[in-house]
């Protein structure tokens, strides 16, 4: 079966970090264009992170820039998010996902399949 599971969440505080993890299997491979997205409550699920390891190009949204870092391990098929220096603002269930279509921008949900079921992450004192 071809899916995405998301773990590592948990609670952290501010000015500390966390890495997120996403595991894939069935014919789904880390080596495709990957994505991280977050959905606060009561808001839109938003980009977080975008990695091609075929082009080699990373895209972060302007919130993360310089605090958070994608990477992935081809030997485990998963891909990680690095979150450092985190802040309240942070707090969101985090997914990953695949992208499916190049009609529009990387950043785009729309862009994106196979979601897996979200972690938790919050950041609180």
């Known amino acids: 079966q071809d899916h995405l599971v998301e773990s590592g969440g948990g609670l952290v505080r501010p000015g500390g970090s966390l890495r997120v993890s996403c595991a894939a299997s069935?014919?789904?491979?880390?080596?495709?264009?990957m994505g991280w997205f977050r959905q606060a409550p009561g808001k839109e699920r938003e980009f977080v992170a975008y990695s091609s390891w075929r082009s080699g190009r990373t895209y972060y949204a302007d919130s993360v820039k310089g605090r958070f870092t994608i990477s992935g391990d081809n030997a485990r098929n998963t891909v990680y998010l690095q979150m450092d220096r985190m802040e309240p603002e942070d707090t969101a269930v985090y997914y990953c996902a695949v992208r499916v279509r190049y009609s529009e921008n990387y950043y785009g949900v729309s862009e994106y399949g196979y979601w897996g079921q979200g972690t938790q992450v919050t950041v609180s004192s």
């Open positions: 069935g014919r789904i491979f880390v080596t495709n264009a």
